[in-house]
């Protein structure tokens, strides 16, 4: 069975940091490239930016909006995702969700999500 | 970037009825062949769902009653008949170009 269980949510001051991890489980992690993607409260999905996998040597790409502040990671001796979260501001506040992704085939199983909430 | 337009924001149905949800790219989603467009359902307090790949394609495990068409620029989703089950958001995601990018989402309601 596929699993992903983000982590790491929580309150934090803005400027300051956090690190996100989605542990996963019940699938070969290096076969698949592997996104981040955040949702403020009632509002639409955002892509954040993805890592691909170990036949396209682990790259990464990011959107605009986080590029720069944001880096995503993977360790591939635990099948777990990270994703770094530098200088946040009030608008990163979201559900944060890690996403298995097939490229070209889509996001086809995704974690609960974990709640970010930047503010002093 | 690709900017994905949905329509309608919203859409009353009534249960038994068809569902069409419309998603416009501002550019082709082509890739030899294929139209990298996907489809999500996502309910309240919940992850999104994928149901949909490149633009026809059931993901396994969704009922027959969703289906997905279009190319080039142009998508839909239908769902029929509607079930009170399939009452939720619905999204339109791009994987032809990096930044991946989602539609705005389209509320499905019961008329």
């Known amino acids: 069975e596929v699993k992903l269980v983000e982590s790491g949510g929580g309150l934090v001051q803005p400027g300051g940091s956090l690190r996100l991890s989605c542990a996963t489980s019940?699938?070969?992690?290096?076969?698949?490239?592997m996104s981040w993607v955040r949702q403020p409260p009632g509002k639409a999905l955002e892509w954040l930016g993805f890592?691909?996998?170990?036949?396209?040597?682990?790259?990464?790409e990011y959107s605009a909006s986080v590029k720069g502040r944001f880096t995503i990671s993977r360790d591939n001796s635990q099948s777990i995702l990270y994703l770094q979260m530098n200088t946040l501001r009030a608008e990163d506040s979201a559900t944060y969700y890690c996403?298995?992704?097939?490229?070209?085939?889509?996001?086809?199983?995704w974690g609960q999500g974990t709640s970010v909430t930047v503010s002093s | 970037d690709i900017v994905l337009t949905q329509s309608p924001a919203s859409l009353a149905v009534s249960l038994g009825q068809r569902a069409t949800i419309s998603c416009r790219a501002s550019?082709?989603?082509?890739?030899?062949?294929?139209?990298?467009m996907q489809w999500y359902q996502q309910k309240p307090g919940q992850p999104p769902k994928l149901l949909i790949y490149a633009a026809s394609n059931v993901e396994s495990g969704v009922p027959a009653r969703f289906s997905g068409s279009g190319s080039g620029t142009d998508f839909s989703l239908n769902i029929h008949p509607v079930e009170e089950d399939d009452i939720a958001m619905y999204f339109c995601q791009q994987s032809r170009k990096v930044p991946l990018t989602f539609g705005a989402g389209t509320k499905l309601e019961l008329k």
């Open positions: 019940g699938f070969t992690f290096t076969d698949y490239y």
């Open positions: 550019e082709s989603v082509e890739y030899y062949g294929t139209s990298l």
């Open positions: 996403a298995r992704d097939r490229g070209q085939g889509g996001m086809d199983y």
């Open positions: 890592i691909r996998n170990k036949a396209n040597g682990y790259t990464t």
